[in-house]
RNA sequence: GGGCGGGUAGCUCAGCACGGAUAGAGCAUCACCCUCCUAAGGUGGGGGUCGUGGGUUCGAAUCCCACCCCGCCCGCCA
């Protein structure tokens, strides 16, 4: 007998049986729920019912004769996993398993689902487009921004084996005046050739660029309040001009060459600011030359990220161009279809739109979590100059996801909370709620650096392809220290997927709305708690196995009556539940707690109990079958969050 | 000023959606365990006003209200 969800099955028996009890002993009750729930302790059961203490309040008795009453009503036939049920506590009514059939239908399940094991199929798949990472292409991805993708992925790979079906997709913010500026130095450099890993050599470009184009405009703009005897702003001016020369000046120290060329060739523009306002709009009004060039620097960049995603194996179904959106007429299709609602005005010559009247119009505070006093602020759609912004454009950008997908999640920082909000209501402006009601914004807590903030801009950051690399290159230590016979090939390829899970782990473990502050031991840990102590268990297992050498064909389930085995098997029996829980409520971080917590039992296990050399044959088959049953469920586990299960480490 | 998120052991965090039995891990620290299946491991000790104050409840880290601290947002930036 098999079940893809072991635990469920108990518990489906526990609901029956309680229901049935209630029903004959308080046929006048009605409860509204059966307040099931896994108690503290294994003493306590497997699961246990808190009903009897609401009952006592409705029926004016005590919780524990009552919990008697429905303990003595229980049907005495029909279970066939359940073996005593006690009344206990103040008023407890605490469910025991079966353990011998208990762990025969988990351990069975496991083995024949194999790799499919925990990963039950939602009875209501739809297809589903998932936004992450969407870094802007001037620069690497960051470590700040890497929580990003790992979380990205992670709800991407969750979803997908719930049975939806997932596109991944990136959108590349090319619209905006900072393509411009990384393209301008491009341009002035003559189009160089890398020499480099692209995103980095591009993210060079920026960085220095940004420092040139912005004292040049603080200097223009020093002499501007000199002579129009705006001295007030002088003092102002002067602080940010005396911050970004200490920049250059750092910058110039990190690359010299680069620095001096762009020094040189933006020096030979009178006004640099305006020669990038202008390719930003030739950009957006689609000129062909302004065309080629943007792309080109945006493709190189881009192609260093296809590099970094493939290291920590994330792949994305489609990558999706802003500018196309504006080139096309799909941005200015919404802006029709809105100026048509009565959620628009125009003020000052820019085109606003009215969040707060739409809300209040369609009564939306209270599906939208919102305190009825407070009013949403309106968002700018069109510049004066006719220009679109970032949100209306991912509003067109939105509508297109839904022509492709019954469901959108967008994995974007919380800062952006307000933005996502307010696409969100324009969705219901336009009269599409059932987009509106589908559409997720994932948010999740910056990371921050200990001593200062990172800036792009300010070329001020740790790279996500430094972190990998410290991260392989800390790994390749430990393997040399603990495994030293091992070839060079074998360490440098258990150092790569150890250093990387170790990183993937870190980053996806931690609540997403928590706040970050990144430390090298916060990613690198190959303690407890960590990939690599995950990782480690998957192989110590896999050892085990190798070693037996052997089918457990003979295995005795019912001599499987420590307490540590009977927690694993509940463990393993588990796994489908907190799949279902991580996937329903989009919580990647229960995967890695789960497979943590395993391997913690597991280990406990490992320690106090021999598998190979147990007293019987029967009994070293059972725990054979556990030990395969640890192993299949941590490899699952960890495929969810993109970590490599090894079978040697 | 308004909104959102966070505040649990010296440090990093779990538990909070759905209130239940002694609030759990790891790091650090102290003492142990490899003639035995991988010691990236295990065992044990010490360490808590669950931000503060009220309230609801038989019962609150969990729900409600007020306040305090930290971060983010409230742009014709993205």
Known sequence: MTSENPFAKFREECETALAYALKTTFPEVEADTLSLSKPPNVDFGQLA???????????????????????????????????????????????????????????????????????????????????????????????????????????????EYRGHAVSRHYYIDDVGRQSSVVAYGYLKLGKPKPDEKADRFVGEIYTVTCCLVELNRLKRELELAKTAS?????????????????????????????????????????????????????????????????????????????????????????????????WSDQVSKVLQKLKTSPFVYTEGGVLEFDAE?????????GKLGLRENYEVPPLTLVRADGTTLYTTRDVAYTLWKFDRADRVVNVIGMEQSLAQLQLKIALYALGNSDYADNFFHFAYNLITLPGYKMSSRRGRYITFDEVLDEAVERAFEEVSKRSPQLSQEEKREIANFVGIGAVRYALVDVDPSKPVIFTWDRVLDFETNSAPYVQYTHARACSILRKADRKPENADFGLLKEKLERELVLAVASFPDTFIEATEYLKPNLIA??????????????????????????????RLALTDAVRIVIHNALNLIGVVAPEKM
């Open 49 to 159: 019912s808190s009903l009897c203490f609401e009952l006592a309040k409705k029926l004016k008795q005590k919780p524990i004769p009552l919990a008697e009453r429905l303990v003595s009503a229980m049907p005495k036939s029909g279970f066939s996993l359940v073996s005593k049920v006690v009344a206990a506590g103040a008023g407890y009514v605490n469910f025991y398993a079966d353990f011998p059939k208990f762990s025969d239908l988990a351990l069975s399940s496991v083995r024949q689902l194999n790799f499919e094991y925990g990963f039950v199929k939602t009875g209501d798949p739809v297809k589903v487009i998932v936004e992450h990472t969407s870094v802007n292409p001037l620069h690497p991805i960051h470590i700040g921004q890497a929580r990003n993708p790992m979380l990205g992925d992670a709800l991407a790979r969750i979803l």
């Open 230 to 326: 705006l001295s007030e702003e002088v003092p102002k001016i002067n602080k940010e001009l005396a911050e970004w020369t200490s920049i250059a000046a750092e910058l110039e120290e990190k690359f010299p060459t680069l620095f001096a060329k762009l020094l040189t060739k933006i020096g030979e523009d009178e006004n640099p600011e305006e020669e990038i306002n202008r390719l930003n709009r030739a950009y957006e009004d689609g000129e062909p030359e302004a065309k080629s060039l943007i792309r080109e620097v945006s493709e190189l960049c881009i192609q260093g990220f296809r590099e970094t995603q493939q290291r920590v194996e994330v792949r994305y179904d489609s990558w999706d161009w802003e500018s196309d959106f504006v």
């Open 357 to 365: 009247k739409v809300v209040c119009d369609l009564d939306l505070k």
């Open 593 to 622: 707690d789960f497979a943590n917590a395993l391997a913690d039992r597991f280990n406990t296990f490992y320690n106090a109990l021999p598998v190979i050399k147990a007293e019987s044959q029967e009994l070293s088959d059972a």
